[in-house]
């Protein structure tokens, strides 16, 4: 099942291992996705920490960790394809897996219908 | 907030819309930045450049008194010629960027900023003799950029002759979809382009008879900045200011010194700083405000602009670097922080050197 932070990142928890990306609205919201910085393989994070950066033709935004953990490996994809994210944000364009995570963090984020309609109140704006 | 007349056209067209010096303007349509750049360098877009401002000065002394504002002369300008200009201050400092057309024996169309228009409007009224006749014409002038290498097939297959598109830096008279248009060989892009200036209330029409035609798209504000950056082009309050000179912005050949003129002796000191482009080794930009620093970790300059750079699959900057510090083509500079990530060596301008702007039309 699928998590959401309120600063439209979602998670994936399967096997103990957490898959980390941003969300389609944050996607579309950004535009062509022209950079992303990978985290590096090792690296500790807490909940809310700067993970990743990613950077649009208009505006840099950092990516925070949804749960902690620490980085099992980042989508290399991206390094030369960053639009990727902006192609398939919540499947083929995911940031990075975290192991060592605390299942129990996902409490802390918005289920599926809740960041739905998050999202959909920010679109009535 | 002010509105041009193609809100309607760009709601339509499903723009994103964002405030600008003072105007909602698109910064993109669904397409993205990225295609709406890839197709003006490749075919032609249409923008709406409404929100520039258009100054009609005339009547005696009209063309020497704007000559005296001036870092280049007006007086031996041509009618039918465009010329890129700086109206300036006491101390050299450039008030504004702008493009004069001659428009008559004692006539200029002033075309500058939007977010500068009420201090040019102030500082012609305070400057030029009583009988120069001033008129802001901004809100009832409709300006259209088409721009890309297919303009001007563009314009020919909306019924223009190939003898009626003017040459580089001209302007023309034309009759386009039935309209009377000033049709000038200019823009902000790097590729072959034209501006097209029509009555405010007729511009959405010939708007959508561009849109109409084959190979047109349009293009919003922020493709007309990665487009203009990649081309080397200074956006006024962003790479040059009342506290940049013109020479110092690199236009130093463009300046004629052996004339009168106000922010002339302020020039005589020479420039202080020293515009230059820069590539950086990867796709993160470096953005406004981020200061340079040499490989010996010495800051010696700030950054005015930076982006991802669509046509050249990395990120450029531009910056002006102190003088006195090396800014030789090749020279290593980091950007944020000494030593930081962001690093890239000192290059020559246009970043994108195969644009079409010059190109000889048949």
Known sequence: MKYYTEEHEWVEVEDGVATVGITEYAARELGDITFVELPEKGSEFGQGDVLSVVESVKAASDVFAPVSGKVLSANRILADRPELINESPEEDGWICKLADVDEKELENLLTDAEYGQMVSNLSKD | ?362
């Open chain 2, 1 to 362: 907030m002010l509105d041009t007349p193609l809100k309607t056209e760009h709601l339509r067209l499903r723009a994103r819309m964002v405030p600008f010096a003072g105007w909602t303007m698109p910064v993109q349509y669904p397409e993205g930045i990225r295609q709406e750049h890839e197709h003006t360098r490749t075919r032609a877009s249409v923008f709406d450049t409404c929100h520039m401002s258009e100054f009609r000065i005339s009547g005696p002394g009209a063309v020497s008194g704007l000559d005296r504002l001036m870092a280049r002369s007006t007086e031996d300008q041509l009618q039918g010629s465009c010329r890129y200009n700086f109206l300036m201050n006491e101390r050299g400092g450039v008030l504004d960027d702008l493009i004069l057309y001659r428009v008559g024996e004692d006539e200029s169309l002033v075309v500058g900023n939007a977010g500068t228009r009420t201090s040019d409007l102030v500082w012609f009224k305070e400057s030029l003799p009583g009988s120069v006749r001033i008129l802001d014409e901004t809100m009832s002038t409709g300006k259209i950029d088409l721009q890309g290498p297919l303009s001007a097939e563009v314009l020919k297959n909306a019924g223009l002759e190939s003898d009626s598109l003017p040459g580089y830096f001209r302007w023309k008279w034309v009759t386009l979809f039935g309209q009377k248009a000033l049709l000038s060989r200019t823009g902000y892009t790097g590729e072959l382009g034209f501006e097209i200036y029509i009555p405010w209330a007729r511009t959405p029409e010939i708007w959508t008879r561009l849109l109409e035609q084959p190979g047109v798209l349009p293009a919003g504000l922020g493709a007309r900045d990665t487009l203009r950056l990649e081309a080397g082009l200074p956006l006024y309050g962003q790479d040059m200011d009342a506290n940049t000179t013109p020479v110092e912005a690199g236009f130093e050949a463009m300046v004629q010194m052996d004339r009168s003129f106000i922010g002339r002796e302020g020039l005589l000191a020479g420039p202080k700083k020293f515009f230059v482009g820069i590539r950086l080794n990867g796709r993160r930009a470096a953005r406004h405000g981020m200061e340079v620093y040499s490989n010996e970790g010495q800051p010696i300059g700030q950054v005015t602009s930076g982006s991802f750079a669509p046509s050249l699959g990395y990120a450029v900057a531009m910056a002006y670097i102190r003088d006195g510090a090396t800014r030789t083509e090749g020279t290593p500079v980091f950007m944020n922080e000494p030593n930081s990530v962001l690093s890239g060596q000192i290059t020559g301008l246009p970043f994108y050197k195969t644009g079409t702007a010059r190109m000889k039309l048949p």
